[in-house]
């Protein structure tokens, strides 16, 4: 979607025909007011000064950060993408100016927008599929400065569905999720879960000296117990690096790592080595035992009894926090399901719900 609802006047609204006229006059005049949007985006001063009843721009005041990608940088975005000018077919949706367009989609979700939309026609397949939709509809909904880092093929669409479907579950005072907690297990601090085969099963690691089996597809379910195996009781080993560093995240290209005093540090991948790029306080009071990043999401747990979830911006934007009763030892995430392993003996469970 754009950066902001079109303030023109709609120059371009189709006018009606005179009875007799072909149907090929009638797809000229598509195309013509096709083409005159897409001179319009290339070249916004075609548009003239926005009406004083245009919003104005988000101020750093009420934000944590302006966006790095200015309307100049997303104009030359514009300017490079190989936008359609219109499709000659019959379609009142496509008389109608892009602007609007997006801003109706902009209300669909964006897995429908991307998968099903560009299917429609030749004109929805070049806009709906160009990246530079995805990133003003992600800069938008944000107002943030987001990626912390952009790479050469940073996935803007993949990025923006994560983002969407990431807030929808968690930006609300109600979040939509199910808590568990599996208490039967442990009889001392578990330090470690891992969530395997696409979160049907959970691994946990405790002091106890045992590593734990728990099947989560019998959550909720009266009579099944949960708990399916314990592996042995050999000696867990502990690993602490030399730069206080105690949990790591990596993906594409990027390593996130907590320290011992509860800040998150922002390593890129160059060449065969990583480069220390950013660090950044996400507002943990002490040290930080487990860390998460994606395209579009972050986690963070911390033995200040509370897990913190954020959007991975600059600095990372804290979504919602969920306290604990104890300290929290680690985390794992893995498609709709948070795992955590907590000081009070149990494995606590958040899945989200549709």
């Not at 006047?9 to 006018?15: A, L, M």
């Not at 030359?76 to 892009?98: E, F, H």
């Not at 803007?156 to 994560?162: D, Q, T």
């Amino acid at each position: 979607m754009m950066m902001s609802e079109s303030c023109d006047s709609p120059s371009t609204q189709p006018h009606h025909l005179p009875e007799g006229e072909s149907d090929l006059e009638r797809e000229d005049e598509l195309e013509l007011q096709a083409q005159e949007y897409v001179d319009r985006v290339r070249n916004p001063e075609m548009s003239g000064p926005r009406p004083q009843s245009c919003p104005p721009e988000p101020s750093s005041e009420s934000q944590l950060r302006v966006s790095k990608s200015s309307a100049s940088d997303l104009s030359v975005k514009l300017r490079s993408s190989q936008v359609l000018a219109g499709d000659t077919g019959q379609s009142g949706l496509l008389s109608l100016p892009w602007e609007l367009v997006l801003e109706i989609c902009s209300y669909l979700d964006a897995r429908f927008v991307l998968g099903v939309l560009p299917l429609v026609c030749r004109a929805f397949q070049c806009v709906l599929t160009d990246e530079v939709t995805w990133r003003i509809r992600a800069q938008k909904i944000l107002g943030l400065s987001y990626p912390v880092l952009e790479g050469k093929k940073f996935d803007w669409p993949s990025a923006c569905i994560e983002l969407e479907e990431h807030l929808s579950h968690w930006s609300t005072s109600n979040p939509k999720v199910q808590h568990f907690s599996l208490s039967d297990g442990h009889f001392a601090s578990v330090d470690s879960v891992l969530l395997i085969q696409n979160a049907s099963l959970c691994v946990s690691g405790s002091r106890d000296r045992n590593v734990n089996i728990w099947d989560l597809r019998r959550l909720g379910q009266d009579g099944e117990k949960v708990l399916v195996k314990t592996l042995g009781d050999q000696p867990r080993g502990t690993h602490r690096l030399d730069s206080y560093l105690l949990t790591m995240s990596y993906a594409h290209g990027q390593l996130w790592a907590g320290d011992k005093w509860g800040l998150v540090h922002v390593f890129d991948q160059q060449g065969g080595s990583f480069q220390h790029v950013k660090c950044f306080n996400v507002g943990h009071r002490s040290q930080l035992t487990g860390i998460k990043q994606s395209l579009g999401t972050l986690y963070t747990s911390s033995t200040d009894k509370s897990i913190k979830v954020h959007v991975p911006t600059e600095p990372p934007h804290t979504v919602c926090t969920l306290p604990h009763v104890d300290v929290v030892n680690g985390i794992s995430v893995e498609g709709d399901v948070l795992a955590a392993a907590s000081g009070s003996m149990t494995v606590e469970i958040w899945r989200r719900t549709k």
